[in-house]
């Protein structure tokens, strides 16, 4: 079975500073595909990123990018110019046929000012 | 609708009663999942459907739960003669028909507690 690790239960990082979140996985697959989710107090998940396993290339969207290592199987998610409004619990997730989304555990990310 | 619509937002009820909780998924799409979040925890994998198919039930914690699907419309999640440990955050998602590269649309929840 796919398992997802996530192994920094909290982090913290100052206003404006970087932040690197960490995630492993275990499959077998070689067709998949990775996913950063963000959830807020709110409870809405919001897809952050995500990156496609046959693609070498890092996933990036504005101030969010991956560092994937497909071998390492390690996906980790940076956060650059860390704002305020990023201030919540991160899911890293896998998902492969038949489809079914496998979380980690999550990583509470707090932004001091 | 835009979103993935789940009622009730917040349900409190006495152990031993059944609840049922239901999601509304976006239009169009043919699948749909439910998790399970325990307070501060990550979300646990519960049930699946996919259009027609036989749903993927391998995440239900006992024969207490049970869910089901019309077509591609709206599902429910029944949690009968509900005990404490069942107090979590029900989410459901939807997405589109094709690959699984297809992102997951989630619902804002639905809080339950047992007393």
């Known amino acids: 079975a796919q398992t997802v690790t996530q192994s920094q239960p909290e982090m913290s990082v100052q206003e404006a500073e970087t932040v690197t979140l960490s995630c492993t996985y275990d499959?077998?697959?070689?067709?998949?595909?990775l996913f950063w989710y963000k959830q807020p107090p709110s409870r809405q998940m919001i897809l952050v990123i995500r990156?496609?396993?046959?693609?070498?290339q890092n996933a990036t969207e504005n101030r969010f990018s991956v560092n994937f290592q497909k071998a390492a199987k390690s996906f980790s998610l940076k956060i650059s110019d860390s704002q305020l409004g990023d201030a919540a619990m991160y899911f890293c997730?896998?998902?492969?046929?038949?489809?079914?989304?496998?979380f980690g555990a999550g990583t509470i990310l707090r932004v001091k000012s | 609708g835009a979103g993935v619509s789940q009622s009730p937002s917040n349900k409190v009820t006495e152990k031993g009663k059944d609840v049922e909780l239901r999601c509304d998924p976006i239009?169009?799409?043919?699948?749909l999942y439910w998790y399970r979040q325990r307070l501060g925890q990550g979300l646990e994998f519960l049930i699946y459907?996919?259009?027609?198919?036989?749903?993927?039930k391998s995440g239900l914690p006992s024969d207490r739960f049970s869910a089901e699907r019309t077509g591609e419309s709206v599902s429910t999640l029944t949690i009968q003669r509900t005990q404490q440990e069942d107090s979590a955050v029900y989410l459901c998602?939807?997405?589109?028909?094709?690959?699984?590269?297809?992102?997951?649309?989630f619902g804002a929840g639905s809080r339950l507690t047992v007393l």
């Open positions: 998602a939807s997405s589109p028909p094709g690959t699984v590269s297809n992102v997951l649309t």
């Open positions: 499959t077998s697959e070689s067709d998949y595909y």
């Open positions: 990156q496609e396993a046959y693609k070498q």
């Open positions: 997730a896998y998902r492969s046929p038949p489809n079914k989304l496998v």
């Open positions: 239009s169009g799409h043919t699948a």
């Open positions: 459907f996919q259009g027609n198919s036989a749903p993927d």
